[in-house]
């Protein structure tokens, strides 16, 4: 017999949704009882976005299996509302560490010049980035929402702005990053530690007129790139403040 449930997705859960099933009841139709978690992935919403599910007013977790006329509210991370600690599906801790999607190399770079430690390679497979998240304990970012929806994914977050300016600010709102800032420790190429380094240990690999008018130089320990304080150093600067401008 055909059964029906009802969902109701809240605050920024509702930007995975068609605009009709915005902010309102959602009818789900089954034969054979789903999980809750089956049936938010499949209304569109990832999993690693989700903290408190409450079904006919009660906090139940993802295992849970849908019964008919059960009326399900769904709500984010970071929403308005205050729940108990016990009803939250992300009472571990969120790690500060992160790998991205190959369409995400802009956000990497800014991430690593806030001194955050993030991972990206423009060949990375969905199934390397899953791995490896698990493995090292990272968050995933990206604008993949199917990436989300593997069952290993423990963290996990959907960029929805397409322009680097703005994805960096949704990246650290969400995470309440500002606390963890760190600029110019790392690498913008390889996220290696950048460290000061004497000119003449140097010397061999500078072009004429950056020896000429510089003096002050750092270089990666992982990928042995030298930095030293340019127009491209001016440039980031701007970036930075124009980030840290934005009440982050």
């Keep these: 017999m055909l059964k029906s449930a009802s969902f109701r997705f809240h605050s920024q859960l509702n930007d995975f949704l068609e605009s009709k099933q915005k902010n309102t009841w959602i009818k789900y139709q089954f034969y054979v009882s789903p999980s809750v978690k089956n049936v938010i992935e499949a209304l569109g919403v990832p999993h690693p976005e989700v903290s408190v599910i409450l079904v ?3 906090p ?3 295992s849970y299996l849908i019964k008919k006329e059960d009326r399900v509210d769904v709500y984010p991370i970071n929403d308005k509302n205050t729940f108990p600690k016990a009803y939250s599906l992300n009472n571990h801790k969120t790690p500060d560490t992160f790998i991205l999607d190959v369409h995400l190399g802009k956000l990497a770079k800014a991430l690593r010049l806030l001194g955050l430690d993030t991972l990206y390679e ?13 493995k090292e304990q990272r968050i995933i970012l990206t604008r993949d929402l199917h990436l989300l929806q593997h069952n290993a994914v423990k963290w996990g977050y959907w960029i929805r702005s397409q322009y ?8 650290v709102r969400f ?3 500002a606390p963890k800032f760190a600029p110019f420790v790392r690498c913008l190429e390889c996220n290696g530690i950048i460290v000061r380094v004497d000119k003449e240990s140097i010397d061999n690999w500078l072009q004429e007129e950056t020896r000429k008018y510089f003096n002050e130089f750092f270089q990666c320990k992982s990928c042995k790139r030298i930095y030293w304080k340019g127009s491209h150093y001016n440039r980031l600067q701007e970036f930075l403040h124009q980030i840290l401008q934005n009440e982050l």
């Design 56 to 58: 006919n007013n009660e």
């Design 60 to 62: 139940v977790d993802f």
């Design 122 to 134: 423009n060949d990375y497979a969905d199934e390397a980035i899953v791995s490896i998240a698990a």
């Design 164 to 171: 680097v300016s703005e994805q960096i600010k949704e990246v």
């Design 175 to 177: 995470f309440k990053l």
